[in-house]
């Protein structure tokens, strides 16, 4: 059994008979009062978040994970269908796993999954993807002196600003954590 002082940010474990993904964790010392660590959970289940603290030393129910790479397939209702590389066999993924990091994932993208047994936990998207714009604005000529930005329809479905010297027709790279232009591929 692990302690208290074993958990760190991203860790899973057992809480009141259902998974949580800690999201914060702090260790605090309040004046002439015990340490205890104040934690904030997301249920991995319903995707509620909880508040609670765990004093010093307190055995808790740490999950393993594994992970393993898949490859998106198609998305199906809810769900996306991913194969494993390893045994061709495929995984229905639920869409809330991946937040919003789905708006950007294209047929035959690696997606890393996090599963306890069989159960999906957790996934995520590639950090970084090349997109094609599909319709975009042609830019006002002389209006480059600032950072002059203009919404673009990528060939996902996603919209994001994008500069003004960006057209209709090329690829850019886009951070999928922040939903943001990066640069223009060649």
């Known amino acids: 059994m692990a302690t208290s002082g074993d958990i760190n940010v991203g860790s899973v474990i057992k809480f009141n008979g259902e998974l949580v993904l800690i999201v914060e ?3 605090r010392t309040p004046g002439n009062l015990r340490a205890f660590y104040q934690a904030k959970m997301r249920n991995i289940r319903n995707g509620k978040l909880a508040e609670t603290r765990f ?3 307190e055995a808790v ?3 393993r994970l594994e992970y393993r790479e898949l490859q998106y397939i198609f998305k199906e209702g809810d769900f996306f269908v991913c194969m494993d590389n390893e045994t061709f066999e495929q995984v229905y ?5 991946l937040g919003d990091g789905q ?3 294209k047929e035959g993208m690696s997606v ?3 599963f306890e047994g069989d159960l999906p936990i ?3 998207g590639p950090i970084f993807v090349e997109l094609e714009i599909t319709y975009a604005e042609p830019g006002v000529k002389g209006d480059t002196a600032t950072n002059a930005m203009k919404p673009a329809t ?5 919209i994001i600003n994008v500069p003004l010297f960006v057209n209709q027709g090329e690829k850019i790279k886009v951070d999928t954590r922040t939903n943001s232009y990066v640069e223009r591929v060649k």
């Open 112 to 114: 890393k999954v996090a």
């Open 122 to 124: 957790t996934a995520e």
């Open 93 to 97: 993924i639920p869409t809330f796993l």
């Open 103 to 105: 708006t950007f994932l």
């Open 25 to 27: 964790y702090q260790h």
């Open 154 to 158: 990528l060939e996902t479905g996603a």
């Open 61 to 63: 129910d740490v999950i």
């Open 55 to 57: 004093r010093a030393g």
